[in-house]
């Protein structure tokens, strides 16, 4: 079965330093891979997805996501971090086939102390 | 949250009652998504529809229904069988059948009690 895994519950990063937040997929064929991120009693909000192209993938808010093929990763990443992107962050995958459904990862909750 | 509305917010019944979730929204998407969150779990999806008047169970339908009568809504029916309802439900939506681009409405947060 198609899995998406987030290998951690909880990532703490000071104000200013590099933030880097784990997403590892399983799927055959060229994955569809998105982050996106949720903000207490929140929805879900689009960062930014992976379909073709270039391996590094720029989104929203100055984050950014590398994908490697032969790590099957696709790690989010942010040069300097902010308070305020402390926030639940999800990697997920579409599925193959006709449903075309996306699968989630567990989750990762992101800390940004100042 | 783009333009799906999600209502109520909060959501209080007792035990054995049926409760409807509303989902509607304003972006001419083809297809609609129900997705259930609990804490340490992701999300798991419920029901999904790709067009109106048809719809799909997902991973986890059992005690839920749901109905697609009209291409802005989706509203889902937690149904007295469910056997663990308290969660935050959230619906999503997006253009065409590809699943890309999903967009969320800001959730319902359902207590049972």
């Known amino acids: 079965a198609q899995s998406v895994a987030q290998p951690e519950d909880q990532v703490n990063v000071a104000e200013g330093n590099p933030l880097t937040v784990k997403c590892t997929y399983s799927?055959?064929?060229?994955?569809?891979l998105f982050w996106y991120v949720q903000y207490p009693n929140r929805g879900l909000q689009f960062l930014l997805k992976?379909?073709?192209?270039?391996?590094l993938v720029k989104g929203s808010y100055g984050f950014e996501a590398e994908f490697n093929k032969s790590q099957t990763s696709f790690h989010l990443k942010k040069p300097s971090a902010l308070v305020s992107d402390s926030a639940l962050y999800f990697c997920?995958?579409?599925?193959?086939?006709?449903?075309?459904?996306?699968?989630f990862g567990s989750g990762t909750q992101l800390t940004v102390l100042p | 949250d783009g333009g799906i509305t999600q209502s109520p917010k909060y959501l209080f019944r007792k035990e054995g009652q049926n409760v409807t979730l509303s989902c509607e929204q304003n972006?001419?998407?083809?297809?609609m998504y129900w997705y259930r969150q609990d804490p340490g779990q992701g999300l798991r999806l419920i029901y999904y529809?790709?067009?109106?008047?048809?719809?799909q169970k997902g991973d986890i339908a059992e005690g839920y229904s749901v109905s697609r009568e009209k291409k802005e809504s989706f509203p889902l029916t937690v149904t007295s069988a469910q056997k663990n309802p308290t969660a935050f439900y959230l619906c999503?939506?997006?253009?065409?059948?590809?699943?890309?681009?999903?967009?969320f409405g800001p959730g319902t947060r359902l207590t049972v009690t």
């Open positions: 999503a939506s997006s253009p065409g059948t590809s699943g890309l681009g999903q967009y």
């Open positions: 799927v055959s064929g060229n994955p569809y």
């Open positions: 992976y379909i073709t192209g270039d391996n």
């Open positions: 972006l001419n998407h083809d297809a």
């Open positions: 529809s790709q067009i109106v008047n048809d719809f």
């Open positions: 997920a995958q579409i599925s193959s086939g006709s449903a075309r459904q996306l699968t």
